[in-house]
């Protein structure tokens, strides 16, 4: 007992010199973000329209905090919290959340959050992080009616930010889906039947539905080729009632009427779901062609080479689109693909690549688009042509102006282009069916629509010259690059 003594004298000892040596006055205050780490993926709706703010600090004499949130690169916060007249003596854990504006003002991209602390003696620490949001909020831009007719199950609200472009005579729309026939109408209409949205404004419009849940719609101005499409320009899968009182929905584009594409996603709404958006990690969203079943497919995300499914991570299923999502670790320069049941069924383009996203550091989440699964063998041929009237061959050229391939997928021709002027990429001289044809982006660069679809390509806004076309079909639907030379 006497030792016992000793040993618990000379520890009491030590621990009231380090104590001593600690004192306040010699803390530093520290402020560590626990919720979200550099570049993480924050998911905002309408429903969870804040982002989430978790500190630890050291500090025990916190008066002030501030937290201020700002698209990168900006110097004006768009948004801020402040957790003002701490009483607490030994605060150890700040939980704050910023909120957003709507997607209007607060678009999708990476934002800076800066925080601010302040001691009751005056010392401040401050520090800032970034990360990536996607802000589904509905922006307020319609005064839209707030209670549902009775025997109603559902309101359906369409924003049209192009409305008060579309012809005069031709700015009625309607629904159309599975519902048809027991709602009065017929199933698969088209439009054109009974089921029609009430217009409150040029971009404004919304119809009280008596769904239930597994119905299917869509959205058209009265007949199939004048359907709402996507923002790039793509057909939407079919929209699913799942049971929620209102559902949001955007015309970004028409079937007969495309706007000029969107060169980002930034204005989609990409419900990406809650488990695939994890802190620290890495979202891994695919996008699966029509003919693919996102729910009843059995999808995960390995990396690259991989052999089996171990140490696999299972992919979510989005609700209303045909997309899925995984929360992968951070790995820099990791290359991650999607299988279907096993490593070897790999997801493809409509070209044969195996389609691969990369961490770049900072871009969360990462895309591919899928258009089979299989063996990643490629099967594109070896030869593409240009031709059109930007070309010196014109639109009836039938040889001289075909590409070099310089890899696998990829290919290049150095040739005199006119300006404001259109032309197609194709297989073959005359496989007009076969075309490549622009998607998104610009003049200079950009992505193709699938084989077969979408409009001439443009050199729209380029001076005439020689150009070097750069054109790569590793990557989703292909990419093109022009370069003045």
């Given at each position: 007992m006497k030792n016992f003594k000793k040993y618990f004298l000379f520890f009491s000892l030590l621990m009231s010199a380090f104590m001593w040596g600690c004192g306040e006055d010699e803390v530093d205050s520290m402020f560590m973000e626990v919720r979200n780490q550099e570049y993480d993926l924050v998911v905002l709706s309408d429903a969870s329209p804040a982002i989430p703010v978790s500190f630890t600090a050291s500090a025990t004499d916190l008066e002030k905090v501030v937290v201020e949130v700002m698209k990168e690169g900006a110097s004006n916060a768009i948004a801020t919290s402040t957790l003002n007249n701490i009483k607490s003596n030994s605060l150890n854990r700040v939980n704050m959340s910023v909120k957003l504006p709507g997607n209007d003002k607060a678009p999708s991209g990476v934002y800076t959050v800066n925080y601010k602390m302040t001691s009751k003696?005056?010392?401040?620490?401050?520090?800032?992080?970034?990360?990536?949001?996607?802000?589904n909020m509905e922006p307020v831009l319609c005064n839209f009616t707030s209670r549902l007719p009775e025997g109603k199950t559902v309101w359906i609200r369409l924003y049209v930010p192009n409305g008060a472009t579309l012809p005069a005579a031709d700015r009625t729309v309607y629904l159309t889906g599975s519902f048809g026939s027991r709602e009065g109408g017929s199933d698969w209409d088209g439009g054109g039947g009974p089921h029609k949205f009430t217009q409150l404004s040029p971009t404004c419009y919304e119809i009280a539905m008596h769904l239930v849940s597994g119905d299917k719609f869509k959205i058209t101005r009265g007949t199939w080729d004048k359907q709402m499409t996507t923002a790039a320009g793509a057909e939407y899968s079919d929209f699913t009632y799942n049971g929620e009182t209102t559902f949001n929905a955007t015309a970004f584009n028409w079937k007969d009427l495309p706007t000029v594409t969107?060169?980002?996603?930034?204005?989609?709404?990409?419900?990406?779901?809650?488990?695939?958006v994890k802190a620290g990690m890495l979202t891994f969203v695919a996008t699966l062609d029509n003919s693919l079943d996102a729910k009843g497919g059995d999808y995960y995300v390995v990396e690259k080479g991989a052999t089996s499914l171990t140490g696999a991570t299972k992919m979510i299923a989005f609700e209303g689109t045909n997309k899925i999502a995984a929360a992968v670790p951070k790995k820099t320069g990791v290359e991650y693909v999607v299988v279907k049941g096993s490593a070897s069924a790999t997801g493809k383009n409509r070209y044969g690549f195996a389609q691969s996203a990369i961490w770049d550091g900072k871009t969360n989440p990462v895309r591919v688009s899928i258009g089979t699964f299989g063996d990643p063998a490629f099967t594109l041929g070896n030869k593409i042509v240009i031709v059109g009237g930007a070309t010196p061959g014109d639109w009836g050229v039938s040889s001289g102006q075909d590409f070099t391939k310089t890899a696998p997928g990829k290919y290049s021709i150095t040739i005199d282009l006119k300006?404001?002027?259109?032309?197609?990429?194709?297989?073959?001289?005359?496989?007009w069916n076969d075309k490549w044809a622009f998607g998104s982006g610009t003049s200079t660069q950009g992505t193709f629509d699938a084989q077969g679809n979408g409009p001439n390509l443009s050199t729209k806004g380029l001076a005439a010259g020689k150009y070097r076309i750069d054109v790569d079909f590793t990557t989703g639907m292909g990419t093109y690059k022009l370069t003045k030379v």
């Open positions: 003696d005056g010392e401040q620490t401050v520090g800032s992080y970034k990360i990536n949001v996607i802000n969107p060169t980002s996603t930034s204005g989609e709404i990409l419900n990406v779901p809650a488990d695939a300006a404001d002027s259109e032309y197609l990429l194709l297989p073959e001289y005359n496989q």
